[in-house]
């Protein structure tokens, strides 16, 4: 059976009497992953985060850290957890390396591990720059070192992408897995991007409105969800009927000018094209439904069912 770093078994959390803001969450992040939380805006993924690492009390034990219940290892689990939940704090007039310094200093860590860390992070060459110069990515990985100083071996990170330019989430998705790959670091962070989740995690949960729609390896979100529409623009698509069903028996009509067809992913669309110019059918327009996409905007953006 695999190890779980973060479980939490039905978990729930309300503000206030009147809306449960996390509803049964049941969340499972295997060790060694890089988990995304992913949800629209508003989903709960924060106030989870903050019940995860105490910033918050649970109001029934139902968290379990590195196998065992949270309330049972409370505060001394925290020195095996480094987190960003909540816009990280740095000394702008400091530079780069004593920034670092100063957590040092309080956890009696020595300079190595500090060079080390800056190393791993990319920012030995700034790290005498006073951070209040660093562009918003440095920042970004300047605070994910100051989190890694006490060699926890879980990370947590809420929306480390967000507000960042393209070069920025780039070199973040790259820290994150040398971090994971190079020190074994078990990292959690939310988003609220699918695609940003696809290309940096191992595992997926989806959350909307305090529930859990979706959990599993990345690949098993491709998978389930890769089955596409395609709404093929012709100029009669009576006429055609019969033609493309020999081919594709599972078309229909959309309306008089529009084939439906169903396919198991993208990967099948050229071949689609050469049979309808092979079978001499022009096609004015493509339009994609469906896939992995319309799902997930499918799933986060319906309200209260
Ligand atoms: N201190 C609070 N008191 C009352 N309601 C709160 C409080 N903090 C958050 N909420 C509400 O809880 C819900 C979940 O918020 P949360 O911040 O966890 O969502 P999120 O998924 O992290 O989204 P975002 O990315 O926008 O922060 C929201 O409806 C929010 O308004």
Redesign the pocket.
Known sequence: MSEYIIRTNNLNFQ??RQ?K??ENLSLNVPKGSIYGFL????????????LITGLINEQQPSIELFGKPLHQQLPSVFSKIGSIIETPTLYLHLSGADNLRIIAAIQKIDEAKIQEILELVDLKKFQKQKAKQYSLGMKQRLAIGMALLNEPELLIL??PV?GLDPQGIVEIRELLKRINTTKGITIFI?S?LLAEVEKTCTHVGI?HQ?KLRFEGAIQELSSVNSQILLHISVKDASAYLSVVSQLYPQVRMADAKTLEIALNNTEEIPLLVKNFTENNIPIYALIKKGGLEDWFMNITQKTNE
């Open positions: 503000f206030n809306r803001i996390i949800g629209p805006n508003g989903a709960g993924k924060s106030t989870t985060m903050r809420d929306e967000n939310s609220h959350i305090g």
